[in-house]
């Protein structure tokens, strides 16, 4: 008797367990909608761009995009700033990567935004021939033009 008491109190303990790991799992099933990753879609809107590297080689690209993203991210003194494509002109990049690289972007409208932003920053584009990718310590500018 004191046998089958312990199988049904086990029985028991690992069904309540499994319900109760499946009630604390459940809400986190529906969070990957909740976006916060690392991208990995095409890009909403088609920027086109020229990128001109630091030894003057021009390149014409489409679906350009800076970290994946349809911005540009940098310090503005103490705080971040993050400026949509949709404001910028041009962007030209000065200084050392290794003390640091300054944007200065050129605004479609109002004065221009110079920010600190990381070399390993990777710009990307597609071409006729194939997909484009630059860091920004390799860049001596960028060129958007709008959809």
Do not use: C
Request: aromatic fraction near 6%.
């Amino acid at each position: 008797m004191v046998r089958m008491r312990r199988g049904i109190a086990n029985g028991l303990g690992a069904g309540l367990r499994s319900a109760l790991v499946l009630a604390l799992a459940l809400p986190l099933f529906g969070m990957g909608a909740l976006g916060g990753g690392a991208g990995g879609g095409a890009p909403t809107r088609n920027f086109q761009g020229t990128f001109v590297d630091r030894d003057g080689t021009r390149v014409e690209a489409k679906w350009v995009t800076a970290g994946g993203e349809l911005a540009l991210a940098g310090e503005l003194g103490r705080g971040d700033l993050r400026v949509s494509f949709d404001d910028v002109k041009s962007i030209e990049f000065e200084g050392d990567s290794t003390k640091g690289l300054v944007a200065k972007v050129t605004l479609r409208k109002g004065d221009p935004v110079d920010l600190k932003v990381r070399s390993s920053l990777a710009f990307s584009g597609q071409t006729a021939v194939g997909a484009y990718q630059i860091r920004a310590r390799d860049l001596k500018s960028l060129e958007l033009h709008g959809d």
